[in-house]
């Protein structure tokens, strides 16, 4: 079996995305291997019954470049030890992104972070997670807001 050597990571930049990374950080400094970290956008458009609103130019470079920056800002503030961390920007749909990425960069593992959500939130809001994990063309570490950390499990190894 070989251990993972390129780990990606995508993030949707909420606090349970960032516990994914920080885990995924400290899992590729024991392993040696490099953290893509993704996020996914979509350019807003919006349908109206007699038409659609279909988001401009100077609004759309303004979503990249704010979306860049967020991005940037994530690395800078997870970067440490021996990881090396690279962020990586997609257009599109988020689980079909990601799994494009995944192929992009040769993934041999994607960790990621899932709200855990239920009923109707679920329902309504589907879980790229799971559409993620069914697609995948390589193995899908998910993890929920109050999982341990790799330091405490390796830790033991």
Same mark, same amino acid.
């Given at each position: 079996?070989?251990?993972?050597?390129?780990?990606?990571?995508?993030?949707?930049?909420?606090?349970?995305?960032?516990?994914?990374?920080?885990?995924?950080? &400290?899992? &590729?400094?024991?392993? !040696?291997?490099?953290?893509?970290?993704?996020? &996914?956008?979509?350019?807003?458009?919006?349908?109206?019954?007699?038409?659609?609103?279909?988001?401009?130019?100077?609004? &759309?470079?303004?979503?990249?470049?704010?979306?860049?920056?967020?991005?940037?800002?994530?690395?800078?503030?997870?970067?440490? !030890?021996?990881?090396?961390?690279?962020?990586?920007?997609?257009?599109?749909?988020?689980?079909?992104?990601?799994?494009?990425?995944?192929?992009?960069?040769?993934?041999?593992?994607?960790?990621?972070?899932?709200?855990?959500?239920?009923?109707?939130?679920?329902?309504?809001? !589907?879980?790229?997670?799971?559409?993620?994990?069914?697609?995948?063309?390589?193995?899908?570490?998910?993890?929920?807001?109050?999982?341990?950390?790799?330091?405490?499990?390796?830790?033991?190894?």
């Amino acid at each position: 079996m070989n251990l993972p050597k390129q780990i990606l990571v995508p993030t949707d930049f909420s606090p349970c995305a960032d516990e994914a990374l920080d885990y995924a950080v &400290a899992l &590729a400094e024991k392993l !040696g291997a490099k953290v893509i970290v993704m996020h &996914a956008y979509e350019i807003p458009v919006v349908g109206f019954p007699d038409g659609a609103y279909i988001t401009g130019a100077d609004e &759309a470079a303004r979503i990249l470049t704010a979306t860049q920056e967020n991005l940037d800002a994530l690395i800078a503030k997870h970067e440490r !030890g021996a990881a090396s961390l690279k962020g990586l920007l997609k257009n599109g749909e988020p689980s079909e992104s990601i799994v494009a990425a995944a192929r992009d960069v040769s993934a041999d593992l994607i960790v990621m972070g899932t709200h855990g959500r239920r009923g109707l939130a679920h329902a309504l809001l !589907g879980s790229v997670a799971e559409r993620v994990v069914r697609s995948s063309p390589c193995p899908v570490l998910t993890l929920g807001a109050q999982t341990v950390r790799p330091d405490a499990v390796l830790a033991r190894s």
